[in-house]
């Protein structure tokens, strides 16, 4: 079956779209990314974590419903050729831990991209808003890529760690000749997202981290200050934790954001000692500078997917093809062990044709 995936991850800079070719294997047929327009990469940013009127979310869930059928035909595959459609769309709130609310506690998250719109656009069942039956399966609807990083990366003998350096960074750990239920992952903190609101929009290659100075004091406080790098998972943070606010209230800069990212992605990783590999994706992989530190900080061998026949920017929308197949299957798409769900669970709602 020919799906493809579609995603904007919590950087905001646009929307990756995955044509796969899902059987018995993973074929990849082709990828793209197609950059967000600033204004719209504004307006999503202004509602995200920011009072916002229901009007402009609103808007905002259907003109991204455009913008990502729009993204589908732009991966030049015939859209006749293509199955079934897989979006996670954008998240704009992500809130895995249950807090209190109005006399209950509840765990909520919000991803955009009218579903409605990119079938009724492409003429292609379409399979959208995976979050939100992992939260209501007591998970908390995060990470779901160790779904796919144990199909690709899994080793009778190696044992190996899949990192995404996106807005945010999560790992996936799998050891040696694990089984799906040995699978751990979690989101180590920042990835780029604090150095990207420093930077706008990015650190090219990481020039001005390299050409900055750390504040080892400020550093080491974040560090020890935050119990989040040094809680058990399963655990997840986003634009909540190392936003705006995050920037505004620490007065970090560029080269120590950079190096809090390494430092977290460290900790994380050196958790696990048995680690042989560490396959590094996503947009911090073409950091230079942070590619640099991090193979300083950290003993196993750094590769990236691409050793695997995969292209590391496409990972996650690679993951909503798979994830879309596998509900179209009416197969369950989390890892408990990963998201803290009480049991596996069909992820998503379908928008048919
Ligand atoms: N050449 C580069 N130098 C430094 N950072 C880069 C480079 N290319 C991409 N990035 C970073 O990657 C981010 C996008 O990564 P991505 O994996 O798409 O994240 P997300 O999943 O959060 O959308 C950009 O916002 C930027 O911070
Ligand atoms: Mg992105």
Known sequence: MRVAGLISGTSVDGIDVAVVDVDEGIKVIATTTVPYPADVREAILSVSNAPAH??????????????????????????????????????????????????????????????????????????????????????????????????????????????????IANITVIPAGAGMEDVIAFDTGPGNMVIDALAPPFDRNGERARAGQVNRALLEQLLNEDPYYHREP?????????????????GIDVATATELTVRTIALAIGKYPATEEVIVSGGGAHNSYMME??????????????EFGIDGDSKEAI?????????????AGNLPSATGARNAAILGKVSYT
Not at 319 to 331: C, E
Request: hydrophobic share 45%; with cysteine; net charge positive.
């Open 234 to 250: 399963p655990k997840a943070c986003g634009r909540e934790q190392f936003g705006a606010g995050f920037v505004h209230r620490t």
């Open 293 to 306: 530190r991090l193979a300083t900080v950290l003993k196993p061998r750094i590769t990236t997917p691409a």
């Open 54 to 167: 229901a009007a402009t979310i609103a808007r905002l869930n259907f003109l991204l419903g455009e913008l990502f059928a729009e993204a589908v035909r732009s991966a030049g595959v015939p859209l006749e050729s293509i199955d079934l459609i897989g979006s996670h769309g954008q998240t704009i709130f992500h809130e895995g831990e249950p807090v209190e609310f109005l006399g209950r506690k509840i765990a909520s998250t919000m991803q955009i991209g009218e579903a409605a719109i990119i079938a009724e656009r492409t003429g292609i069942e379409t399979i959208a808003d995976f979050r939100p039956s992992d939260i209501a399966a007591g998970g908390k609807g995060a990470p779901l890529v160790p779904f796919l990083d144990y199909q690709l990366f899994r080793h009778r003998a190696i044992a190996r760690v899949a990192l995404n350096i996106g807005g």
């Open 319 to 331: 993951l909503f093809a798979v994830l879309a197949y596998q509900t179209h299957q009416r197969r």
